[in-house]
């Protein structure tokens, strides 16, 4: 099946944090990955990509979804949740409500809808015992309610990469340019659609222990400028992303700058199924 509008929503993992684009600077991503690929297939293909970093489920349920209808697409891949289970103040409860309002929204306007769980990424987050049961509990919730509204589930719990920390860029969280090309050949194995096969090639060997130093550089200029914006936020009422504008909000089609797909030397040899 072709594609002929795609619309990526979500938080910082849809915007593209942390993959620089190697010439511009700007962040690129999964979802531009999946873009580029579907682009091959069809010469009016647009995309847009509503991500924005620190955004929650309810955000893109009134911010995104709206936008998004208009749009008329007829593929949504939305990655979120991972906010939720990171606030100060959480509800186990809410958050399910939240996952079941934004995926029936979602299916509302497309027939083709990609969702995600999240990773076992606790170890790598600070605090890192508290919220793995908070992502467990989420997971839960997308697994039902990709059930309820028939979207397509990616269950990324089981994937073994995240041990890995050559997937993840320098803050230990986002994915690396390697961890989002891993996330778009998920994403377009369950659309049915072929891409690079280097996409899921495995690092060589195992990823080297960080020393001391460099755990300590990680803590004072990662985890403690993340937990004084939190704080921040609390004190002030703002919300993580306030202030930020979707870095593409408008369908356009997909320039072969923008991605690392061989537009022009597409030889589907290299492709996988």
């Known amino acids: 099946m072709s594609y002929h509008r795609f619309v990526a929503l ?4 849809t915007e593209g944090l942390d993959d620089p684009h190697p010439f511009n600077g700007q962040y690129r991503g ?14 009016d293909f647009r995309y847009a990509n509503l991500g924005v970093r620190g955004r929650r489920l309810d955000h ?20 979120g949740g991972a906010n939720d289970v ?18 029936r929204a979602a299916t509302s306007i497309c027939q083709d809808v990609v969702v995600f769980t999240l990773p076992d990424v606790a170890a790598r987050m600070p605090l890192g ?39 993840f860029g320098a803050d230990r969280l986002h994915l690396s340019e390697p961890g989002h090309r ?13 891409f690079p096969s280097s996409w899921l090639t495995e690092f060589d060997g195992t990823a080297p222990q960080p020393t001391f130093g460099e755990n300590a550089s990680w803590v004072c200029k990662r985890v403690l400028p993340l937990a004084a914006r939190r704080v921040k ?8 992303g306030d202030g930020i504008s979707p870095r593409r909000p408008e369908l356009r089609p997909v320039l072969p700058s923008e991605t690392a797909v061989p537009f022009h030397s597409f030889r589907p040899e290299l492709f996988a199924a």
């Open 10 to 13: 979500g938080d910082s993992c």
């Open 60 to 79: 893109m349920l009134f911010e995104q979804i709206p936008v998004a209808e208009t749009m008329r697409p007829d593929v949504i891949c939305l990655f």
């Open 233 to 240: 936020n609390r004190l002030t009422g703002s919300e993580p």
């Open 129 to 167: 015992k508290r919220m793995r049961p908070r992502i467990e509990a989420l997971n839960d919730a997308i697994r039902e309610s990709a059930v309820s509204y028939g979207a397509r589930l990616i269950d990324l719990w089981p994937d073994t990469s995240v041990n890995d920390s050559r997937y």
């Open 30 to 43: 999964w979802a531009d990955f999946v873009a580029g690929r579907l682009a091959l297939d069809e010469a």
């Open 86 to 103: 990171m606030a100060g103040i959480y509800d186990e409860r809410t958050v399910a409500r939240r996952v079941d309002a934004v995926y």
């Open 182 to 194: 891993r996330l778009a050949a998920y994403t377009l194995t369950k659309l049915g659609i072929s």
